[in-house]
C-alpha cells in the first residue's frame, strides 16, 4: 500500500528449498509467475534465497524498517501470488490490540451509547 503515494514495501525475500516436498508450490512460482510479478512492480527488489531443509517463506522488509515474515508451505503458485501482494499492500505497521470496539480521543463521561438504554 502506498502511503502518501510511496510504496512502502522496499524488498521481497523468497526463501525456499530446491529439494523439499514443502517448497514444490514455491519453485514453480520462481519459474512462472515471479517475472511477471517484478514486471508489474519496478518499485520493489526481489531477493531469492536456497535454504537446503527448510520450509518456504516470504519475507518482507519496510521501509519504516519493520519486517513480516509469512509461511507459504505446500501453497500453489496463485496462492503465492496472493500472499505477495498482500505483503505488497500492507503499510507494515505492527498489530496493536485494541482495548475496546469504540476507539475516540474524547471518551464521553457519561459512557458509551447505546440503543439498550432503560429508564
Avoid at 519496478?42 to 518482507?60: C, D, I, M, S
Avoid at 496472493?82 to 457519561?110: D, E, F, Y
Wanted: positive net charge; contains cysteine.
Amino acid at each position: 500500500m502506498a502511503l502518501r503515494g510511496v510504496w512502502q514495501l522496499q524488498k521481497l525475500v523468497v526463501s525456499y528449498c530446491d529439494w523439499g516436498g514443502s517448497s514444490r508450490g514455491l519453485r514453480a512460482f520462481v519459474e512462472s509467475h515471479l517475472p511477471a510479478f517484478k514486471e508489474v512492480n519496478p518499485h520493489l527488489e526481489v531477493v531469492t534465497e536456497l535454504n537446503r531443509g527448510q520450509h518456504p517463506f516470504l519475507k518482507g522488509l519496510y521501509k519504516n524498517k519493520n519486517e513480516r515474515a509469512v509461511s507459504v508451505k505446500n501453497l500453489n503458485p496463485e496462492e503465492i501470488v496472493l500472499q505477495a501482494t498482500r505483503l505488497r499492500n500492507s503499510l507494515g505497521r505492527k498489530v496493536v490490540k485494541m482495548k475496546t470496539r469504540h476507539v475516540t480521543k474524547h471518551p464521553s463521561v457519561q459512557g458509551t451509547w447505546s440503543t439498550e438504554l432503560k429508564m
